[in-house]
């Protein structure tokens, strides 16, 4: 029969590279458990109806990239394309204002956007993000960003640069929408078609095009920092306080206006320019109205989302690898009848204390299973034979350094393999 590929845009992460990816997620997991953010799960489908409120229906997520269908009940659902529209509603949905405020949740997530393919770009991705509810004052802003910040300073990435804005409140955007309109309004005919009806429903997303024309156009456009009110003026300068006494390096950039609907006052971004185009690893902000959308009553909410696979390029071209937990602690390679019953029963006895050790399983040469325990990258191996069983003892060799030990079978147990590993 004819082979099977897998979709367009999606990818296997195969067991030799798994290792990475939960080493890097054990290290995200521990980093949000020490800020006190605990993981929240909700479905990988929602009702379309969840993103069009959550992300917002002028969005370019809403108008392009969905997997939306009809399920057999004549339902429209839709694959989350992100987190926080399902996470908002389920904040809503299960009364968890009533909970301790304010609310810290984080999630690791599969994420599904039909887009065009390209490095850094899938159409099935992953993503890590915090959401935090409950905390209006610019020292929640900054010790959410704070979070990726660790994160990144934590597993050696050091070349990323932190993009801040201020895009302020309805009354700020009010009077900046007007201003901006008024701009672009006379090289209307230079935008992008896309941009053409931006220009009506949400301008501000003009300054997030990427069509070099359009960035062309938008140079000189007025700044969103010249429009701030007092209050989101003075939030602004605070989160930039707090930031500052954190240690945390960032650069104003008047022009990042993200891609949700429902931002307010901080935005971020966290860049590099090290893996092509798609440099942008993570991004946030605060979403002081979204609750409303899902029929709850006003909460301050903030988050941030960052792209797995994203995380991972950059750390493969930094050069960083992940130590990986070993595979095996011991490997053992029984000879005969006998020696294969006792290689499961010493096996079972190790399990159950702990110790990771495999047996082999086809009864191949000793050269043969050598190599396989070679392959698999055993810390140990040991010949189960007639003779060891006779003497009730076997020679556990350690296969970084060729060191060798003799030891009792009875005296064989998970602690002494720990020590011998070593
Ligand atoms: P971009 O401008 O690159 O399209 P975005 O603004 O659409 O990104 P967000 O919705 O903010 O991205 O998602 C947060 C993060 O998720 C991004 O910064 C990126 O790291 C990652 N991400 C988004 N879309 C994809 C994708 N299709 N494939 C892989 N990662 C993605
Ligand atoms: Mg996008």
């Not at 070679?374 to 069983?389: H, P, Q, R």
Request: glycine share 10%.
């Amino acid at each position: 029969m004819a082979q099977i590929t897998a979709p367009k845009g999606t990818q296997d992460i195969l067991p030799k590279e798994s290792g990475k990816w939960q080493k890097a997620e054990r290290i995200i997991r521990e980093l949000c458990a020490q800020y006190g953010f605990k993981e929240i799960r909700t479905p990988v489908f929602e009702h379309t109806e969840v993103f069009v409120r959550g992300v917002g229906e002028t969005t370019d997520v809403v108008t392009k990239e969905m997997y939306t269908f009809e399920d057999k009940g004549g339902r429209s659902v839709t694959l989350r394309p992100e987190g926080t529209a399902g996470i908002v509603r389920a904040f809503v949905e299960n009364g968890l204002f009533n909970e301790a405020l304010p609310a810290k949740y984080y999630y690791l997530i599969q994420c599904f956007r039909y887009e065009k393919p390209q490095k850094g770009r899938l159409r099935e991705f992953h993503q890590f993000g915090l959401e935090l509810f409950g905390a209006p004052d610019p020292i929640t802003d900054a010790t959410v960003i704070s979070l990726p910040a660790r994160l990144f300073k934590k597993v050696g990435l050091n070349n990323l640069s932190l993009e801040l804005n201020s895009i302020g409140c309805k009354e700020c955007r009010a009077k900046y929408r007007e201003a901006l309109i008024a701009y672009f309004e006379k090289d209307q005919e230079k935008l992008c078609p896309t941009c053409r009806e931006r220009l009506e429903k949400n301008p501000m997303r003009i300054l997030d095009c990427k069509s070099e024309i359009c960035q062309g156009v938008a140079k000189d456009a007025p700044l969103i920092t010249d429009y701030l009110c007092t209050d989101c003026h003075d939030h602004f300068e605070q989160v930039k306080d707090y930031l500052q006494i954190m240690g945390i390096e960032y650069q104003v950039n008047p022009r990042i206006v993200r891609g949700l609907d429902y931002y307010n006052r901080t935005v971020f971004e966290f860049v590099s320019t090290e893996i092509g185009a798609q440099g942008t690893v993570c991004g946030g902000g605060r979403y002081d109205g979204m609750t409303e959308q899902f029929g709850g009553a006003p909460q301050p909410g903030i988050g941030f989302a960052m792209g797995m696979e994203r995380f991972m390029l950059l750390l493969e071209a930094a050069g960083i690898t992940l130590e990986e937990e070993r595979g095996c602690d011991l490997f053992l390679i029984p000879m005969g009848e006998n020696a294969k019953k006792e290689a499961v029963r010493l096996t079972g006895a190790l399990l159950d204390q702990g110790a990771k050790v495999q047996y082999d399983l086809l009864g191949r040469s000793v050269k043969a299973q050598m190599k396989y325990a070679d392959k698999i990258k055993a810390a140990c191996t040991a010949v189960l034979g007639d003779s060891e069983l006779e003497e009730g003892a076997l020679t556990v060799k350690n296969m970084a350094d060729g060191k060798q030990e003799k030891i009792a079978l009875s005296e064989l147990n998970a602690e002494w393999l720990e020590e011998f590993c070593k």
